[in-house]
């Protein structure tokens, strides 16, 4: 009995391994190898603080649940072969601990994602050469004491970007996205704040571009809502007109937008449209 009474709670903590059998199928389907056993349907993740792995072929997730919820220290990695999609518009919510690695390509209609759903969380996105596409209308979300990073080339696609807006709950901690290498695009920028949301009590947070990164975003409305929301590290990002409504960290043949020496100024973009 005393036996036991050690080994259930190890039990309990087991972390198992988690992989993708290959090829395309539901997420429901028995096709996962949990610790080396194929045939398998994924385990509760509710229970498990499990290392899940997408190897190769598209898993579809129908919800039956918001994924990440309640997963804890759960990890989940999409590699280069591998994709994930989800059509219906159930949020995405990683709280906890655990890292949601993208290296080939996630698609999903979740209205929200989050990471973290409050200050004591410490969830992590790192899309590390692969595809994020966000196609919901609602916010992908980074709280204060959680991180974001696109690096190796990857590529973020979202309408609408909140950082922190959690408080100061997390000791201070600034939240950003970091662009070290890859590219963030904003889909529209014409929703509130220009496609950013920068909490208040974060002042310092926002969307940091290191020199192998790229900054895009579309469809804008107001380019001066922008102001030091874009950042090279230290000082407001240098952007230019996009040639189609919208503005980026890359020139070419365009001149640089000059409202307080970044963005274009409102009678340029009045004489571009006539």
Same mark, same amino acid.
């Given at each position: 009995m005393a036996?036991?009474?050690?080994?259930?709670? &190890? !039990?309990? *903590?087991?972390a198992a391994t988690v992989v993708w059998g290959g090829g395309d199928a539901l997420w429901s389907a028995s096709n996962w190898i949990v610790d080396g056993v194929v045939g398998q349907s994924m385990p509760d993740q509710l229970t498990n603080n499990d290392d899940i792995t997408i190897t190769g072929g598209t898993v579809t997730y129908v919800p039956g649940g918001d994924?990440?919820?309640?997963?804890?220290? /759960?990890? !989940?990695?999409? &590699?280069?072969?591998?994709? &994930?999609?989800?059509? *219906?518009? =159930?949020?995405?919510?990683?709280?906890?601990?655990?890292? !949601? /690695?993208?290296?080939?390509?996630?698609?999903? =209609? *979740?209205s929200n994602i989050e990471f973290g759903l409050n200050a004591t969380d410490g969830a992590n996105l790192v899309i590390d050469g692969g595809t994020?596409?966000?196609?919901g209308s609602g916010e992908l979300k980074i709280r204060t004491g959680n991180t974001g990073e696109i690096t190796g080339g990857g590529t973020l696609n979202t309408r609408f970007l909140s950082l922190g807006d959690f408080g100061d709950g997390a000791g201070g901690i600034v939240t950003t996205l970091d662009v070290s290498d890859g590219t963030l695009n904003l889909t529209d920028g014409s929703v509130a704040h220009n496609g950013i949301f920068v909490s208040g009590s974060n002042p310092g947070g926002g969307v940091v571009v290191s020199p192998g990164g790229v900054f895009n975003a579309g469809n804008l409305s107001d380019t001066d809502a922008y102001g030091s929301k874009v950042t090279d590290g230290s000082s407001p990002l240098t952007l230019y007109d996009d040639g189609s409504g919208g503005v980026t960290s890359v020139p070419e043949s365009s001149v640089p937008l000059l409202f307080t020496g970044l963005l274009l100024s409102a009678s340029l973009v009045r004489r571009r449209a006539a």
């Open positions: 036996i036991s009474c050690v080994v259930m709670p &190890l !039990l309990s *903590a087991h994924i990440g919820y309640d997963w804890g220290s /759960t990890n !989940l990695t999409i &590699l280069s072969d591998g994709g &994930l999609t989800q059509t *219906a518009t =159930n949020w995405w919510r990683f709280n906890g601990t655990g890292t !949601l /690695t993208v290296e080939g390509t996630v698609t999903t =209609n *979740a994020f596409n966000h196609t």
